[in-house]
């Protein structure tokens, strides 16, 4: 049984709550928002765009120590705790696999999980590099107390010094910003980050302010201890 499955029991009204607004709110022809309670992530529901990354990542080391194998079935998802278990179906073909989230992404706007490539391949979604998916989360393999802090990115450079500009300018709006160096199979990339927020109520409210105050696009992830 996954660890913290126990302490989830008392909450399934809360449980059963989120998956039938999930469900009415599919019912109605839109995706639903992520569904967040006392207890997340088990019951976690959201739909979007998942992708797939594969060979040019293929022993790198993922958000949560382990090295990433492209043949394992994981995925990247931005804030979903390390260790949770999710499944995932695809909404064209109705295929679905498990996978664990054992690391952090997509860093692209408008994309929800990175599978990896055996994740991919069991939806058969390699050809087309993307699906529109539903994920949700069953299981946890891991510790809740672990979460890390929110952050709002707001800007990728292959320029450091445009990625220092756009962090003066979010200065003025929130503390605690910074810029990330990774180091990319295309070469360096500085990630503007702001904020370190307990929730995902805070951290998108930011985020919303920040794009309208800002002129950018942003997204909201989990920076891991």
């Not at 797939?52 to 995925?75: C, I, S, V």
């Not at 055996?118 to 809740?144: F, K, N, P, S």
């Not at 980050?193 to 930011?206: D, H, K, R």
Request: with cysteine.
């Amino acid at each position: 049984m996954p660890r913290g499955s126990h302490a989830c029991r008392s909450r399934w009204p809360g449980l059963l709550l989120a998956i039938l607004l999930a469900g009415t709110l599919a019912a109605c022809g839109g995706a639903p928002k992520p569904t967040y309670f006392p207890g997340y992530p088990v019951g976690f529901v959201e739909r979007g765009v998942a992708s797939w990354y594969g060979p040019g990542f293929h022993g790198n080391k993922t958000a949560n120590g382990e090295r990433y194998d492209m043949h394992q079935l994981t995925a990247a998802h931005r804030t979903l705790p390390l260790g949770s278990i999710a499944v995932v179906r695809s909404m064209s073909t109705g295929r679905q696999v498990t996978v664990r989230i054992n690391d952090r992404g997509p860093f692209a706007r408008g994309r929800v999980l990175d599978l990896s490539l055996a994740g991919a391949h069991a939806l058969g979604m390699t050809g087309a590099g993307t699906d529109q998916i539903e994920l949700r989360v069953v299981g946890y393999q891991g510790r809740t107390a672990d979460m890390g802090v929110l952050r709002v990115q707001v800007g990728s450079f292959s320029d450091r010094q445009n990625a220092l500009n756009l962090l003066e300018r979010a200065k003025h709006l929130y503390s605690g910003g910074r810029v990330q160096v990774i180091d990319l199979p295309e070469g360096k990339r500085y990630r503007v980050q702001i904020g370190q927020f307990s929730t995902e109520g805070q951290a998108e409210s930011a985020a919303s302010h920040l794009e309208s105050s800002l002129g950018v696009q942003s997204f909201v992830f989990r920076d891991d201890p």
